[in-house]
């Protein structure tokens, strides 16, 4: 015997609900999980529960499709532009060797383009000796996401961040 949750809809047997919640009758009692606050998500892909919405959401880029390339050695195997760029930033992108240079390089790409300028914090430029030579030094973060005004130290972070936080809304890609 058995009957539907009013706050989740599970269809669950008289032991998920306490006496008091089971007098109530149907379409009224509510299961031991939603009295004590216990609220379980689960994937609709592969039906795995999750403790947290945000456990949820890391979860389901394992579903997403592979279908994004890096942008410096075109490698097709990333569910995201966030997760190829993290490939360069990690320095062991075929075309970008080494993490210091990768982040210059991914730094002064970000610079060059116009529709990213938005998401760069203001940079100082370094100037050596008297001949005036200058050199764009990477900031310590210098990406920013202009909604919540956050700033990330690497282009990664901030599209993951765009990605998990404002639902793809003005999502930036490169």
């Known amino acids: 015997m058995g009957r539907e949750c009013a706050a989740c809809d599970d269809f669950l047997s008289s032991d998920s609900f306490s006496r008091t919640q089971w007098a109530k009758g149907y379409g009224y009692s509510r299961c031991r999980d939603c009295v004590n606050g216990v609220i379980v998500y689960q994937c609709h892909q592969c039906a795995r529960s999750f403790n947290s919405s945000n456990q949820l959401n890391m979860h389901m880029q394992v579903h997403r499709q592979k279908n994004v390339s ?104 490169y």
Do not use: W
């Open 70 to 173: 890096c942008p410096v050695c075109g490698d097709t195997r990333f569910g995201s532009s966030a997760n190829a760029v993290q490939h360069v930033e990690s320095g062991y992108c075929t075309g970008c060797t080494g993490q210091d240079n990768a982040r210059q390089q991914i730094y002064e790409f970000s610079s060059g383009k116009g529709a990213m300028r938005n998401y760069m914090t203001e940079t100082a430029r370094l100037t050596y000796g008297d001949h005036g030579a200058s050199y764009d030094a990477v900031p310590d973060y210098p990406y920013c996401c202009r909604p919540c005004n956050k700033q990330f130290r690497n282009m990664s972070q901030l599209l993951q961040h765009q990605d998990n936080k404002h639902s793809r809304n003005n999502m930036l890609t």
